[in-house]
């Protein structure tokens, strides 16, 4: 079975613009979960979505936004990019939204804001 | 609010030595879940094991093992006779409820170098 696939695998942009990253979760994983990784560091948790309904929500601003639709797929979108934000961002998804379940990570998409 | 701490920065070792990567918690919560997470230089996150708070009895995976005690909040990760394919950066991570969801609450890492 496929994993965890997150597009696209690098972006650059610049300050200002908008972004949009895509995940898609293993066959039959009802909930997806974003994460940034910042070099050096551990990820740091930005959404949890289940079932389409945002289930927690990690200390990110307001320009940092993410919806799941009826096939279980994400997207995470960032406006106003600011250097800060040129990241690894990973995708997890796993079976369940309650609960603690393993949660399998994509292989992320790294964002350079330039 | 939880956290996990990872003291060891980087570790460096070679073949064949066993070298064990420390990680210590901190949670208010009765019942938890820990993790171990492996990423390689292609930046994945590669799950290893989940282990939940009233699980306290050590497992063993091939040359990888997990010592969980919870009077120390410890949960330590041995790997038996080190291959320079497990080069890479190693995550504890503790669950933490959220919302009506869960998320992972992240150490900082260990890089642990394994030279031929």
Redesign the interface.
């Known amino acids: 079975d496929a994993g965890v696939t997150q597009s696209p695998t690098h972006l650059i942009k610049t300050r200002g613009q908008h972004v949009t990253l895509r995940c898609s979760p293993i066959s039959g994983h009802k ?1 997806v ?1 974003w ?1 940034q990784q910042v070099l ?6 930005i959404f ?1 979505y ?1 079932e389409k ?6 200390n990110f601003p307001d320009r940092f936004s993410a919806r799941q639709f009826p096939n279980y797929s994400s997207e995470l979108n960032v406006n106003a990019l600011l250097l800060g934000d040129s990241a ?1 961002y ?1 995708c ?1 998804s796993s079976p369940r ?12 998409t ?1 964002l350079t804001v330039t | 609010a939880q956290k996990v701490t990872q003291a060891q920065t980087e570790i460096s070792v070679v073949e064949k030595e066993d070298v064990t990567l420390d990680c210590v918690y901190e949670t208010r919560d009765t019942t938890y879940y820990l993790f171990w997470y492996k990423q390689p230089p292609s930046g994945e996150l590669v799950f290893l094991i989940r282990r939940n708070s009233f699980d306290e009895q050590n497992e063993i995976s091939g040359r990888y093992s997990w010592n969980f005690q919870k009077s120390t909040s410890s949960f330590n990760f041995t790997i038996t006779a080190s291959q320079v394919v497990d080069s890479a950066v190693y995550f504890c991570a503790l669950s933490e409820a959220i919302g009506y969801g869960n998320k992972l609450v992240f150490g900082a890492g260990t890089i642990l170098r394994v030279k031929s």
């Open positions: 909930s979960s994460y050096g560091q551990g990820p740091q948790f949890q289940y309904e945002e289930r927690g929500r990690g690894l990973l997890a939204g309650q609960g603690t379940y393993e949660q399998y990570f994509g292989p992320g790294r």
